[in-house]
């Protein structure tokens, strides 16, 4: 199963000044909204794609088609080398 990691190059964390979670890296900072934050506070390396999903199915119960978004907000993260898949 595909199992999502930050890129170590990324830290991510909550930035008072913009009110949203961030990512950082040595040329900048990417400003999240509120969902890809949700998404990104669950990979570490040890959830699995499936396991990020019915957590945030649990979290979020009403959110209809949450599943497709995480899953296109990981594809997009992994074009963007934000975050790489592990074993």
């Known amino acids: ?3 999502p990691k930050l ?8 930035e008072k000044a913009q009110d ?3 990512l950082l890296y040595p040329e900048g900072m990417i400003t ?6 949700e998404i990104i506070q669950m990979v570490n390396g040890q959830r699995d794609v499936d ?7 649990a ?6 088609g949450i599943d497709k978004d995480i899953h296109e907000f990981l594809d997009h993260a992994h074009e963007k080398k934000w975050i790489k898949y592990v074993e």
């Open 1 to 3: 199963m595909a199992t």
């Open 51 to 57: 396991t990020i999903i019915s957590e945030l199915v």
């Open 59 to 64: 979290k979020f119960p009403d959110v209809e």
């Open 20 to 22: 949203a979670f961030v």
């Open 32 to 37: 999240l909204n509120g969902s890809a934050g």
């Open 7 to 14: 890129n170590p190059l990324y830290k991510f964390q909550f």
